[in-house]
């Protein structure tokens, strides 16, 4: 099992800034790859970023340029960095972990940025 906790959503302005947090704990092994996905009301939920176990990163085109995905292998934690950000990037943020085994998700964490 693996336990995942994601802080530092909130509501800012158009323009703005957030960086969210997603702690990591558990069976943190065999990891392929952490991400961050959102899910805007009546919409799927969609990738936006990951960070892969070798490192490498891949983000969506909406938001290439303006987020930024980062890991502290020592605090088991991964960050996204929200910049410029728009009305249209409100939505729950969670984590997921990709393992061997399978998937976790965290409880989500609200994003509203207002125009």
């Known amino acids: 099992q693996v336990q995942l906790v994601e802080s530092g959503g909130g509501l800012v302005q158009a323009g703005g800034s957030l960086r969210l947090s997603c702690a990591a704990s558990?069976?943190?092994?065999?990891?392929?790859?952490i991400g961050w996905y959102r899910q805007a009301p009546g919409k799927q939920r969609d990738l936006v970023a990951l960070i892969t176990s070798g490192g490498g990163t891949n983000y969506a085109d909406s938001v290439k340029g303006r987020f930024t995905i980062s890991r502290d292998n020592a605090k088991n934690t991964v960050y996204l960095q929200m910049n410029s950000l728009k009305p249209e990037d409100t939505a729950v943020y969670y984590c997921?972990?990709?393992?061997?085994?399978?998937?976790?998700w965290g409880q989500g964490t609200q994003v509203t940025v207002s125009s």
């Open positions: 997921y972990v990709q393992k061997v085994e399978g998937g976790y």
């Open positions: 558990g069976r943190i092994f065999d990891i392929n790859y």
